[in-house]
């Protein structure tokens, strides 16, 4: 064993003394040149010391754990500040379905999927958002039903069919999907039973179900969604800064306070 490690500490110091100039690249290049030519040098230290082997390879995946995971937190950090600069703006239509004054100074925009039971928990950091910001914050719903869902994109269209008639009814209806969405499992049945529940005239209803006008306003949310880079859902915008994911309500307190304290917004 002796013998193995001090022909590795030779090699090594080799390449090191080789040049003054030597690049990390060369270096890599020259040791997994001996290694490939002589791989017995590897292989016979690891027979011989399995224990301290394993031993330094979790410690190295550890210490790249950690270095990804600074990495990924850098980035992230990256994002949000460019995000608060370069703010991604969602269309608001003149005829969309819009919770809270259509003039509050915070707007939450949600891609969400109704079958999903992530957008279930996000619905209520919705609620819990309306509830503390109440008269300050307005709340724009998107579609981006997952074609995993078999419920999904039929719940959207119910949605539209019946923003077409009124927004209320439509909001009325979007809490009762997420208030029973275990019941989606029973597909038109269920619908049906929530639309009437609301008051939706189910002629029209049924009329505007699969029509143009809807077909291409979910499709229209859908091309949005993939523009700012969400896959996944819930995904959302609070005045533009994109969170994606099912956080709790604080982190997007956190990120309105942010916004305030940058005058980004005032409440």
Known sequence: ????????????????????????????????????????????????????FITALQNAAKNAQESMGKKREEEEKKQLEESFSKPLVAE?????????????PIT???????????????NETVEALMKKYD????????HLPLSFHEQAMISAQYFEAIRLQD???????????????????EGTKFLDSAAKKVGADMTKLKKDLHSDAVKNRIAADVAEAGKFGMSGTPGFLINGVPVRGAYPADYFVSLIEELQKRGLVKI
Do not use: W
């Open 108 to 122: 939450l925009v949600e891609y969400s999927d109704f079958e999903c039971p992530f957008c279930s928990r996000g």
């Open 167 to 185: 927004s209320s009814k439509a909001f009325a209806f979007h809490d009762e999907v997420f208030k029973n969405q275990a019941k989606l499992k």
């Open 135 to 142: 008269g300050k914050i307005r709340f724009i719903y998107k």
């Open 92 to 104: 608001i239509r003149a005829d969309e379905a819009i919770r809270g004054p259509k003039d509050a």
């Open 1 to 52: 064993m002796k013998k193995v490690l001090l022909t590795i500490t030779a090699l090594t110091t080799a390449l090191m003394l080789s040049s003054c100039t030597t690049s990390d690249k060369d270096m890599k290049e020259k040791m997994s040149k001996i290694l490939q030519e002589n791989p017995k040098i590897l292989t016979e230290a690891i027979e011989k010391n399995p224990a301290e």
